[in-house]
């Protein structure tokens, strides 16, 4: 943990109630959760499905390339592996890269069903799902993590661009620090216990205050004890941009 850090002035638990309190966070507006809701007690691989959309889009368009999936072909591995590829990749247009996608569902839905079918992501021990996951092409390290921690529960943190941008003005890593070391910084921060929470209050932080330009700090509800933008040398952030 990077000595000029959020943590000077508060702990996780503390920046986690307060992002509460200051955040909204509606299930609808996240493409994993929306699977989540409606398919993952029949179809876990219905959520893993919804999060290979979510890569290099928005939610809402995800959230669409999802609804039409589900209408079109179906979200159980068996549906995806058996629908025409043309029917397929119309699904999930509004998701881009649809090709791309489409392939990288295929090969998801086909390993799944080799290893034992969708129980597999409900029993296999989390860490060696971890790296089954990693094994098909088209999942990365966040696809993997956002699954276990929303479906698995398991004591990782997914980092996707929102998460790693507020760690790095944090102070809670270093602005070279990798997917790694960002995801296991967050983890110590904020506890295992509430990292699946965390992860999408810091997508709504990143989406309402901390953004990538121009960035609202004098409204932010961490004005107070972020060290981002003038670091530690003048203690507590009193809400300038300077």
């Given at each position: 943990m990077a000595g000029c850090?959020i943590?000077n002035y508060a702990?996780?638990c503390?920046?986690?109630?307060r992002?509460?309190r200051?955040?909204?966070?509606?299930?609808?507006d996240?493409?994993a959760l929306?699977?989540?809701e409606?398919d993952?007690?029949?179809h876990?691989?219905?959520?893993?499905?919804?999060?290979?959309?979510?890569q290099?889009?928005?939610?809402?368009n995800?959230i669409?390339?999802?609804?039409?999936?589900?209408e079109?072909?179906g979200?159980?591995?068996?549906?995806?592996?058996?629908?025409?590829?043309d029917r397929?990749i119309?699904?999930?247009?509004?998701?881009?890269?649809a090709r791309?996608?489409?392939?990288?569902l295929?090969e998801?839905a086909?390993?799944?069903l080799?290893?034992?079918?969708e129980k597999v992501?409900?029993?296999?021990?989390?860490r060696e799902?971890?790296?089954f996951?990693?094994s098909?092409?088209g999942v990365?390290?966040?696809?993997a993590?956002v699954?276990?921690?929303?479906?698995?529960?398991?004591?990782v943190?997914?980092?996707d661009?929102h998460?790693a941008r507020?760690?790095?003005?944090?102070?809670?890593v270093g602005e070279k620090a990798?997917?790694?070391?960002?995801?296991?910084?967050?983890l110590?921060f904020?506890?295992p216990?509430r990292?699946?929470n965390?992860h999408r209050l810091?997508?709504?932080l990143?989406?309402t205050?901390?953004r990538?330009?121009?960035?609202r700090c004098?409204?932010c509800?961490?004005r107070?004890i972020?060290?981002?933008?003038r670091?530690?040398?003048?203690?507590?952030?009193d809400?300038?941009?300077?």
């Open positions: 850090s943590a702990s996780g503390e920046v986690f109630e992002l509460q200051s955040l909204r966070v509606d299930w609808r996240y493409v929306v699977a989540f409606y993952a007690r029949e876990p691989f219905a959520v893993l499905a919804g999060i290979i959309l979510s290099n889009t928005s939610d809402r995800s669409r390339a999802y609804l039409q999936l589900r079109m072909v979200v159980s591995p068996e549906a995806v592996l058996s629908a025409p590829e397929l119309e699904a999930i247009r509004p998701a881009g890269l791309q996608k489409a392939r990288a295929r998801a086909r390993r799944i080799e290893a034992g079918g992501l409900l029993e296999m021990p989390w799902l971890r790296e996951l990693l098909i092409p990365g390290k966040k696809t993590d699954f276990l921690q929303l479906v698995r529960k398991a004591p943190f997914a980092v661009t998460a507020i760690a790095k003005r944090w102070g809670l990798g997917y790694d070391e960002t995801s296991r910084a967050l110590e904020f506890g216990e990292s699946e965390a810091l997508i709504a990143g989406r205050y901390c990538a330009r121009n960035p004098d409204v509800p961490l107070d972020c060290p981002y933008p670091g530690c040398s003048t203690g507590r952030n809400g300038g941009e300077g």
